[in-house]
């Protein structure tokens, strides 16, 4: 089992035979980790298959969101960026509860796109379902609401928008509140202890000893609604829930995620040594290595990115061609801002790959800023560069190759 794996695999078994597990997240990705189990069976393949289809939806839902703005060039170089990232790419192949929300997150701007605003909307409230950080990618679509329909519409854009969040919600509530009173997840638990006395006596009614039994009786506070769970998931993930209290590492904070320094110093989710000889030269081997090793040079051009949408906005683009770069930078800051202040204001990060959730708005907003570059040959250069690192690097950090250390 990679990273955690060793939770989820456990927590859609447990949902497949009826036993909730590992409420402090939203349940949908663990029910659908339960039919690939009921499907395929539980082991490694009816784990991952669900979440690798998943993947490739959510990347061509992805590719479909930039198609429409940048041309099928742009939207497949933006798409190559975002699948060959190491991160994003393993947490795409287990069974890891990340991607249902980037399918339906990515489902929900593109039907937005489309007008279908109550599928959007409904789609929204599953991404909800699947993962409590998709209100970051939804809130990237209300910017780009309200910007395309601009300060002289805001009353017919509120309506839409205010109909829109009342679907959403409603689904995701409905949706959740059936969970609950299906599974009743345990919010706590209690244990009391009970001590009973049995005094042993002789013939002659003195007492010998006494025994002393203890019987231990579990009680669980149990959710029954969607109230009661989002609470829940609150205080275990919010200020006052779990701290990180480990060695100093570099990833642990969020601005190490986005400025050069080591690339190589990543946590590691799984790892396996191999000793053998060569010849009776000792060589050792790691076969199998999934770490979290970002694409460095597409997660160091975000402050880039960020710098070049504001100018752009502020002096390029039309006024009325501002809603999709606005869009975009709108999905960089609400999708990494709550990591930069819990490392500032709370706690390290245990993992840097929480920066996920901002990935897909950097390549979409790489796409953006080098089709704006106004000399063809610096944009040619700088897309071979990407693209040949990202190819590269995807290949050699690839988690399962044999990799001589020595």
């Known amino acids: 089992m990679v990273f955690d794996e060793a939770y989820y695999s456990k927590a859609s078994f447990a949902t497949l035979m009826g036993i909730a597990a590992n409420a402090e997240h939203p349940p949908l990705p663990k029910i659908i980790g339960a039919l690939g189990i009921a499907l395929f069976g539980n082991n490694w393949f009816g784990w991952r298959f669900p979440v690798v289809l998943m993947q490739v939806a959510a990347l061509y839902v992805f590719y479909l969101i930039v198609k429409r703005f940048l041309g099928d060039r742009w939207a497949l170089f933006g798409t190559v960026l975002l699948g060959l990232d190491t991160v994003f790419f393993i947490h795409g192949g287990t069974l890891l509860i990340d991607m249902p929300s980037f399918l339906f997150g990515f489902a929900a701007i593109e039907l937005y796109l489309r007008k279908r605003y109550t599928l959007s909307a409904a789609s929204a409230g599953l991404a909800f379902l699947a993962r409590e950080m998709s209100i970051f990618i939804i809130g990237a679509v209300a910017v780009y609401h309200f910007a395309s329909y601009g300060k002289s519409r805001f009353k017919p854009a509120l309506k839409i928008g205010l109909r829109y969040l ?241």
């Open 166 to 406: 009342l679907i959403a919600l409603l689904v995701f509530g409905i949706l959740l509140w059936a969970y609950d009173l299906k599974y009743l997840p345990p919010s706590s638990s209690s244990i009391s202890a009970q001590i009973a006395e049995n005094v042993i006596i002789d013939p002659t009614g003195s007492p010998i000893t006494t025994l002393l039994t203890t019987i231990y009786t579990t009680s669980n506070q149990v959710m029954w609604n969607p109230v009661q769970h989002i609470l829940f998931i609150y205080n275990y993930h919010g200020p006052h829930g779990i701290v990180i209290n480990e060695s100093y590492a570099p990833f642990q904070y969020a601005w190490n995620w986005i400025i050069p320094n080591d690339p190589y110093n990543v946590p590691t989710y799984y790892r396996v040594d191999v000793g053998t000889s060569n010849g009776g030269v000792p060589v050792d081997y790691i076969p199998i290595w999934y770490r979290a090793q970002p694409d460095v040079l597409l997660w160091d051009s975000f402050i880039p990115i960020v710098i070049g949408l504001i100018w752009l906005i502020a002096r390029r683009v039309p006024r009325a061609e501002r809603a999709f770069p606005s869009f975009i930078l709108s999905g960089l800051v609400l999708n990494f801002t709550p990591w930069l202040l819990l490392s500032i204001l709370v706690r390290r990060i245990g993992f840097n790959y929480y920066f996920i959730w901002t990935l897909p708005f950097v390549a979409m907003g790489l796409a953006y800023c080098l089709k704006a570059t106004p000399n063809p040959l610096a944009r040619r250069m700088l897309i071979a560069i990407y693209a040949l690192y990202a190819i590269a690097s995807f290949l050699w950090f690839f988690p399962v190759r044999p990799i001589p250390i020595s």
